[in-house]
């Protein structure tokens, strides 16, 4: 890995839930960056089965249970859109080098991103193994051949995934820090009674 000293790690993530994941990938985060920065976001590729309002407050109560000061949560970062978000961030910390974190199952999306090259530019990629989701060397180089800079990410995030909790309806994969919240709410089919 490169010196990450000066850079600050952005993820932006549908959070719909967040999971054990989410929760994992921040935590370890916090380990090789001196920032982290994360906010709730709409995925265009996504249909997303609670309000982005919702989802905001679920990943804050997470970050608020991390309880790291290296850790920020910025909703203003949030859009539909990694460019705008990217272009937000570079105002905000002209000086610092931005990493971009993604986990290992968005590698292949990438190209297929809106303006690839100009998010490119802006960031490097930063990316986190998902066990089950292994990463392809394919997927690498096409980055690269439209200038992607990538750090493969020295973690290991667990193969919990909030499309499981929305399908199967189970406060399994929910960090204890949430789940009261989602219940509360009556999100994702669950509610007091499971």
Do not use: C
């Not at 000066?6 to 994941?21: K, Q, R």
């Not at 709409?42 to 309002?53: R, V, W, Y």
């Not at 910025?74 to 000086?95: G, M, N, V, Y």
């Amino acid at each position: 890995m490169t010196d990450l000293l000066g850079s600050i790690a952005l993820f932006g993530t549908s959070a719909d839930p967040p999971t054990f994941g989410h929760q994992a990938l921040l935590k370890g985060l916090l380990k090789i960056f001196p920032s982290v920065v994360t906010w709730a976001s709409d995925n265009p590729l996504k249909s997303h089965q609670a309000s982005l309002d919702a989802r905001h407050a679920l990943l804050k109560k997470l970050v608020t249970d991390i309880g790291n000061p290296k850790l920020k949560l910025i909703q203003d970062l949030s859009s539909p859109r990694t460019i705008t978000t990217l272009e937000k961030a570079s105002k905000l910390w002209p000086e610092k080098e931005l990493i971009f974190v993604i986990g290992s199952d968005l590698a292949g999306q990438i190209p297929n991103w809106e303006n690839p090259k100009a998010v490119l530019k802006k960031a490097r990629i930063g990316i986190a193994p998902r066990a089950g989701w292994p990463l392809q060397k394919d997927q690498l180089t096409r980055i690269q051949s439209l200038g992607g800079r990538i750090e493969l990410l020295p973690l290991n995030i667990p193969a919990s995934a909030s499309s499981q909790i929305r399908n199967n309806s189970s406060t399994f994969q929910i960090p204890e820090a949430i789940r009261p919240l989602v219940l509360e709410q009556n999100l994702y089919g669950l509610n007091n009674k499971q």
